[in-house]
């Protein structure tokens, strides 16, 4: 398979739903930080997948144990058990401090599956969510999702009251009788990198337990990691009822889950919740050899350094277009006081890839394991464009 660009944009616009706006490269591949098109072209990756490739692009291990795996067995049903799943979800749960996963395939369905499990254990209807907050496209996750235009032709959707992020009190207010649960990223993504002040998350944990509020903390993005912690809960120590895992997950395979306390978990019985595909041989193997080079390759603690060398050095850029810069680990938003499409594209053009989220907030959230030389190299066409 060698198709040129023209052909694989042709096949495209001729067979593919029209529902992303793609950006004029087609890939073909990638290793560590860096990704190269059909022509040869080569790019520094600052999206890295959406924060999925945190160990960067086809890193040998994970490589090695999917081609491993995929030779042995890669996919049975959860009719039968698998050595792998098991593994994963011994470590997973120490990871996390939760105590029960449930294995799915992407942050949406960890998503319906964390709405769906508060739901039946509270007896409750209607959820809490944050403005700005994202967390995916099916129906339930979208009835969570604030933005109007990704909700509005979908409605009716599950009952849902959105309050203002970063206040508690708001959160207060918003509690009634008919109440599942709260929903909350610990640093909004899509929303433009939005880190909440010190003592929000605790104080929002007060609230639930006060009110008897399940708490669930979306961690789709901000996890295996990403913000210099394994997960960002930990930067405010406070523990979820219920928690969402995917995009770094499985290295890059596609992987996710939905993890519970106990007593909540506990609600959920034989029947109530399933996926095909989830928890798969080779999914599985994929998220076990990924934690592994996390932990191998110090990419926690290297998030934390890396980041705070980034912001740094953009702290260094001084431009009058910069309105903030804020970041925790190597997820960093670049707020502009313009549009960021066009540095998006010319940053391209010059073998930098930039992801803008909200309109104008840049969002860098290169491989954990990418160098200083290519994040210098990244700032300096910023510095250009
Ligand atoms: C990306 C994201 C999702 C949705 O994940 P998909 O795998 O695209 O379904 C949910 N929540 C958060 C916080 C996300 O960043």
């Not at 509270?122 to 994202?134: L, M, P, Q, V, Y």
């Not at 009835?143 to 959160?171: C, G, M, Q, W």
């Not at 006060?210 to 913000?227: A, N, Y």
């Not at 969402?244 to 890059?252: D, I, L, P, Q, R």
Request: proline fraction near 3%; charged fraction near 25%.
């Amino acid at each position: 398979m060698d198709l040129s660009y023209d052909e694989i944009v042709g096949k495209f616009e001729k067979y593919v739903f029209q529902t992303y706006t793609r950006q004029p490269l087609a890939i073909r591949k990638a290793r560590g930080a860096v990704v190269e098109d059909v022509n040869g072209k080569e790019y520094i990756d600052c999206v890295a997948g959406i924060a999925v490739n945190n160990v960067g692009h086809c890193h040998p291990a994970v490589v090695d144990a999917i081609k491993r795996q995929a030779e042995q067995l890669i996919h049975v049903s959860n009719l039968y058990y698998t050595e792998q799943q098991a593994v994963l979800a011994e470590e997973l749960a120490h990871l996390t401090k939760m105590d029960r996963v449930f294995f799915c395939n992407s942050g949406a369905e960890a998503v319906e599956g964390a709405l769906k499990l508060a739901r039946k254990a509270s007896g409750k209807k209607r959820f809490i969510a944050a403005e700005h907050a994202f967390h995916g496209r099916t129906r339930g996750a979208l009835s969570v999702t604030h933005k109007e235009k990704y909700r509005k032709p979908f409605e009716p959707l599950a009952p849902a009251v959105f309050i203002p992020y970063n206040d508690a009190d708001a959160i207060r207010g918003a509690i009634d009788d008919d109440t599942a649960g709260v929903i909350l990223e610990p640093i909004q993504g899509e929303g433009g990198v939005i880190i909440p002040s010190d003592g929000y998350l605790k104080e929002v944990r007060e609230i639930c337990d006060e009110t008897g509020t399940l708490l669930i903390m979306d961690e789709v993005q901000t996890g295996f990691g990403r913000t210099g912690k394994w997960f960002a809960r930990e930067h405010s120590g406070i523990r979820a009822d219920i928690m969402t895992v995917a995009k770094a997950m499985g290295g890059g395979f596609p992987m996710g889950s939905m993890l519970a306390r106990e007593d909540v978990a506990a609600n959920f019985g034989r029947g109530d919740h399933a996926s095909t595909f989830g928890g798969n041989a080779l999914s599985c193997a994929a998220a076990i050899a990924n934690i592994e080079v996390i932990k191998r390759e110090g990419l926690v603690k290297r998030s934390e350094e890396m980041g705070k060398y980034l912001v740094q050095r953009l702290k260094g850029l001084h431009k009058d277009y910069i309105k903030e810069i804020r970041g925790r680990g190597l997820m960093v938003g670049m707020e502009l006081t313009v549009k960021c499409d066009d540095i998006v594209n010319r940053a391209r053009e010059r073998g930098v890839l930039l992801n803008c989220t909200s309109d104008s907030v840049l969002r860098f959230v290169p491989p954990l394991t990418i160098a200083k030389e290519q994040l210098d190299k990244a700032v300096a066409v910023l510095d250009e464009v």
